[in-house]
């Protein structure tokens, strides 16, 4: 059995010492230093080790002059730091062996304490030492202490490899129950198949620590499913509901911590070779023009919650290990039907498997991430980062034709991604999430109709793409050079029972979290869960607003959720699934919005709108403080205002961080007079633009000055090397926003500009 426990001090000795500096006599003094310090520590962890470490130190004094006995002992040194590693993730608790391999070593290092005493007196009593046959027994003695760690470290080892094997056993007996539906069959395969790469996977010894955490994890999920197959094997018989419901959950409780555990190898494995790209490579891929944050690890992202949307996530993955099916996937679905949430967690399983090449996830809520033009790069860039022979082509092209990232999309497919992903013959998934929140003129969608074009040249890499079905999305997959190599799956028609029961498993989860912190008991009822679900119709991003409705601090949850169940039903038609016509997310907005702001006043209404229609509207997300600075409006005014309405934004209660609507829904529904009819808060998309430009040129008018960052006479940008520094520390946010974001509100803006020529 394995305890997980942190390491807060794994480097206090082992990395103190190094053995190339100074001179061999330093050397050896600085080992039997770090001997006494390990020695006064180790009472701690492993008292046994504390006397035999300190009869070695004592021993080194009078053999530091050899150089046999100065290598033995820097071999040691790091050895013990592992010993340590190893020491303190495991216990003698329930598992006789290690309570036997425990024994062995304080025993062994008895026998190490009294051999380096004798030898000491020897020293002593004859006041000179032996250069021959003392100095190799003192160098045996220390490679002595060195084996008996190291076949420690090697039978604990092997200890995790039977329990993989017999993990493995049992969930591979769970295969055999019969009439599982297709999800749980794909579950149970996929853990044995990892249980099975486990096993076979070269003992490293940096890796114990995981292994023995991973573990701690697993056992009780394996005594459960062993317990299972027991039951059912003795019955001779499965229960339809019970056993299937409990070999899913078995099954989906270890996936889950075993994709936990193939992340955090992963994300090692990315980093590490991250830290050998070669400085003059790296120096040309970050001068790359890219999308800052549209990977899927960046951002505040959430996967499924386990157990959920099973169908669509077993038939994507299923497509991503099959190169015979089409290249492309498109996951259609309505507004707030839970593609980005699907999205996220096909990339963290497809990363966990090391089998994810890059990701962009399209955001209306920043510029260069809604923008077409930064997603080959992008994605060129992690590929680059990912794969060193793809590397070496996307350096070599940067290097001879760095503007290519200007270019033409076509020319970016072409040049950036198609050719060097074909000669280097790379297989690979790519994600794109919300292709639809990206700007584009275009009749069909620009990017589909290059991505058709060179498809067929790069067979093994596989493209999932999400958005909703607009028009311009619509008619890119039927494009003659797309529409036979892509697999749809349309996410509004997966049947209504499994959708609610998702949802319900989501709030039941969710609000239960809820009532725990709350202290509430019997809270929610499942009449109230089945209202919710009833309300949702079939959309996530309901059941998502509703928690953090609930969830924010004005009320107790029990008064949020009476407002909620009080609400009439709207027949706003956005937001509507077939499963029920009457339920969208326009009478929840209205309420949260109402309920923040219940008394009528048209000044502090006109103070809201321009507060939240400014979080909306803005190119790039701004902190509060910063929208107060831009609108002209008091601080303290403003942060009530988000406080107030907080379940409506995505800030994590840091109000020094840029803040955003928490859904694409929000301001669809919050510039739409047909959806927001409540003149108190809907927001008016031409005058809001208008206002918003008008501030832009006030602030910039206040704020530059000559010279602002105080730049050396005729420099080039590129020649200050702190320029980013200085314009952070000199230039507010507001006036930064205001510099570079004045002419996107001037574009959008429709009304009569006669006004603001002065201004200009």
């Not at 953090?548 to 937001?575: D, R, Y």
């Not at 229609?613 to 601080?635: F, K, S, W, Y």
């Amino acid at each position: 059995m394995f305890k997980r426990r942190r390491q807060t001090d794994t480097e206090a000795f082992g990395n103190t010492h190094d053995p190339g500096s100074g001179s061999k006599r330093q050397r050896t003094v600085d080992c039997a230093k770090t001997l006494l310090d390990i020695a006064k520590e180790s009472a701690d962890w492993f008292p046994p080790l504390k006397a035999a470490l300190g009869g070695v130190s004592a021993l080194i004094k009078h053999y530091e002059q050899f150089e046999d006995v100065k290598e033995k002992v820097e071999e040691l040194i790091p050895q013990l730091d592992r010993f340590k590693q190893y020491i303190a993730t495991a216990t003698v608790e329930e598992d006789p062996e290690e309570t036997n391999r425990r024994t062995g070593l304080t025993r062994i290092f008895k026998q190490i304490e009294e051999l380096s005493e004798k030898l000491s007196a020897k020293g002593a009593i004859t006041r000179f030492v032996d250069r021959g046959e003392d100095s190799k027994a003192v160098a045996r003695l220390i490679e002595r202490f060195r084996e008996v760690i190291l076949y420690y470290q090697i039978s604990q080892q092997q200890a995790i490899y039977r329990q993989i094997t017999d993990l493995t056993a049992s969930f591979g007996a769970l295969l055999k129950l019969q009439e599982k539906p297709p999800a749980v069959r794909v579950k149970l395969e996929f853990v044995v198949a990892q249980l099975e790469r486990l096993r076979n996977a070269p003992w490293k010894e940096l890796q114990h620590e995981r292994w023995a955490e991973l573990f701690d994890d697993i056992i009780p999920i394996k005594d459960r499913a062993t317990g299972l197959y027991q039951r059912v094997t003795a019955e001779g018989y499965v229960e339809e509901e019970g056993d299937i419901v409990a070999v899913s959950g078995v099954a989906e409780d270890l996936r889950s911590v075993l994709l936990g555990y193939q992340m955090t190898q992963q994300q090692a494995i990315y980093d590490q070779n991250c830290g050998l790209i070669d400085a003059a490579h790296l120096e040309v891929l970050n001068n790359c023009r890219r999308a800052q944050g549209a990977e899927y690890c960046h951002g505040d992202r959430r996967g499924c919650l386990k157990g959920t949307r099973d169908t669509v996530l077993t038939e994507i993955e299923s497509w991503t290990k099959d190169f015979d099916k089409s290249p492309v996937f498109w996951l259609n679905g309505l507004a707030g039907t839970g593609k980005s949430t699907i999205a996220q967690t096909i990339s963290e399983r497809v990363f966990a498997e090391a089998r994810l090449g890059a990701s962009f996830f399209c955001s209306r809520d920043f510029e260069d991430r809604s923008n077409l033009r930064f997603i080959f790069p992008t994605l060129a860039f992690q590929l680059a980062h990912k794969c060193p022979d793809f590397r070496s082509h996307l350096v070599s092209l940067l290097r001879s034709n760095p503007d290519v990232v200007h270019e033409s999309l076509y020319s970016q497919m072409k040049k950036l991604i198609a050719e060097p992903l074909r000669k280097t013959g790379v297989s690979t998934v790519i994600v794109i999430d919300a292709l639809d929140e990206c700007k584009d003129d275009e009749p069909s969608s620009a990017i589909l109709s290059v991505l058709g074009r060179f498809v067929g040249q790069i067979p093994k890499v596989k493209f999932f793409i999400t958005g909703r079905p607009e028009p311009r999305i619509r008619t890119g997959f039927r494009l003659p050079l797309l529409v036979d190599s892509t697999d749809v799956f349309v996410l509004h028609d997966v049947h209504p029972s499994l959708i609610n029961n998702d949802i319900r498993l989501f709030l039941r989860h969710e609000l239960a979290e809820l009532a725990q912190r709350h202290r509430l008991e019997r809270w929610p009822s499942d009449e109230h869960v089945d209202l919710l679900c009833h309300r949702a119709a079939g959309l996530f991003v309901y059941a998502v607003a509703t928690v953090k409705f609930l969830s924010s601090n004005i009320h107790l949850p029990k008064k949020q959720l009476g407002v909620i169940l009080e609400l009439p039903e709207s027949t706003a038609p956005e937001g509507k699934t077939r499963y029920n016509p009457n339920t969208t997310l326009d009478s929840l907005y209205t309420s949260i919005l109402e309920a923040a702001i219940s008394e009528v006043d048209p000044e502090v209404d006109s103070r809201v709108r321009t507060t939240i229609g400014t979080i909306v509207l803005v190119v790039n997300p701004l902190p509060p403080r910063a929208i107060a600075e831009l609108m002209g409006l008091d601080p303290d005014e403003v942060m009530l205002f988000l406080t107030l309405t907080q379940s409506l934004f995505a800030m994590g209660g840091d109000f020094n961080k840029p803040i955003k609507p928490f859904h694409k829904s929000f301001p669809d529904f919050i510039t739409d007079p047909s959806r927001c009819p409540n003149p108190r808060f809907y927001i008016s998309l031409g005058h809001l633009h208008l206002e918003l430009l008008t501030n832009c040129l006030r602030v910039m008018n206040d704020g530059l000055e000559q010279d602002l960052l105080s730049l050396p006479e005729y420099a080039l940008n590129s020649e200050v090397k702190d320029l980013q520094a200085r314009i952070n520390n000199r230039v507010r946010t507001a006036l930064q926003y205001a510099c570079r974001s004045w002419y996107n509100h001037l574009a959008e803006n429709r009304s009569d500009i006669v006004g603001l020529i002065s201004q200009l």
